[in-house]
Structures are given as C-alpha cells and as structure tokens.
C-alpha cells in the first residue's frame, strides 16, 4: 500500500520570508500528487496537483511544488508567506481506485 | 451552491446511539468519497461510489458503518451504535468522473463527538 510521509508537524515562519513543507511518498509507479490545505472548520482544499509532464508544478495563492522521483519527494514552496497562509496543509498520493492516501499533515504558524 | 455540503456540521452523540451523516455533492458528479478524519490526523478513505454503486468500502473500520448513495446524487453515512471511537470529523469528496485524475472536492465535513 502507498503511504505518505509529511516528517514536519509544525513549522513557523515569519511573515515574508519563504517556505518548504517535506512532503515524501512511497508507491511503486509514477505517482499522482497533490497538496491540500485546510483552514479551521473548512473542507481541504486543493492547492495544486501532478500527474506528469514538467516536475515543477504551479499552483494557487502562490503555491508551487517539485516532484523529485530520485527523492520519491513533493515538497511545498512559497516564496513569500502571508499571514493568511496560516493552516494545516496535506501532501496526499492517488491510489489505484482513485482513493486518496494523505499524510498526517504540517501546521503552518506565521509570525508578523 | 457550487460545492459540497455536509449536514449536520456537528453531532454529539451518546455512546449506542445511530447517526446519519448527509453529503450532497457537486451536481453532476459522478464519484463520491468519504473519508475519516480523526484528531491531528491525515483524512483516511471510508468508501468510494460512482453513481449509485458502492465500488469500494475497504475502509470502512467495522460493519457499524454503512453508506448508501441510492439515486446516485446523495449520500448518507450510517453509524450504528455509536462507539467513543468513532469521534472524527466525516468528509465528504465528489469528482466529476471515475478516471484517476480526477480532482476531488471536499465538503466541509461533519464533526462527530460520541460521548
């Protein structure tokens, strides 16, 4: 069965500086990716998703992610955070049947 | 709405009691999923329907839980007798169609505390 390994459960960061949320999975073929961010009392959203094709991946409110097969890794990026960005974010891999596989997530904190 | 509903948003339940949990997905959607999320936890796949049929309920912890999707719209959750265990937060997911890459998009979920 695949797995998904987030090793930060919290990580703070100031206003304005950049960030990279560990994201790493294990799963035997070209993997489906995705991260997701969750706010207090709301549902995941999807911040951005790779199936193939260029291993850079864009995404929204700023967000971009690397798949690096080498590393089995999908980390996170931003290069600016803003205070709104504060949440628990999700790295998940698709599993055949279209189940999704999520990791046990990484609380953002920002400080101004 | 444009996006997926959950009802109740909470529940307390006392142990032993039956609750029903109501997803209403994005119309037209052909899959659906539910997910356990339980406290500092990663969501974790219940059960997955495309239209009305149940195609995977390998998640589903024990037979006191049940889903239906009988019209291929709604669903419903079922837990039978109620158990502290239980207590997490229920998520629903819809896609449009059944192929693998699709995007799935999340309710907001329904928070259940057995007592």
């Known amino acids: 069965a695949q797995s998904v390994t987030q090793p930060d459960i919290h990580i703070t960061v100031s206003e304005g500086a950049s960030l990279e949320l560990r994201c790493n999975y294990s799963y035997g073929a070209t993997p489906y990716l995705f991260w997701y961010v969750q706010s207090p009392g709301q549902g995941l959203q999807l911040l951005l998703k790779y199936f193939s094709g260029d291993t850079l991946v864009q995404g929204i409110k700023g967000f971009e992610a690397e798949f690096k097969r080498s590393q089995s890794s999908f980390n996170l990026r931003k290069p600016s955070v803003h205070w709104s960005d504060a949440a628990e974010y999700f790295c998940a891999v698709m599993e055949y049947g279209n189940k999704l596989v999520f990791g046990a997530g990484t609380i953002l904190r920002v400080k101004s | 709405g444009a996006g997926v509903s959950q009802s109740p948003r909470y529940k307390v339940a006392k142990r032993g009691q039956d609750v029903a949990l109501r997803c209403d997905p994005i119309?037209?959607?052909?899959?659906l999923f539910w997910y356990q999320q339980a406290l500092g936890q990663g969501p974790e796949f219940l059960t997955y329907f495309q239209n009305e049929a149940q195609l995977d309920k390998s998640g589903l912890p024990s037979d006191r839980f049940f889903a239906e999707r009988p019209e291929g719209s709604v669903s419903t959750l079922k837990i039978q007798r109620t158990q502290q265990e239980d207590s997490a937060v229920y998520l629903c997911?819809?896609?449009?169609?059944?192929?693998?890459?699709?995007?799935?998009?999340f309710g907001p979920g329904t928070r259940l505390l057995v007592l």
């Open positions: 119309s037209g959607h052909v899959s």
């Open positions: 997911a819809s896609s449009l169609g059944p192929r693998l890459q699709e995007t799935q998009y």
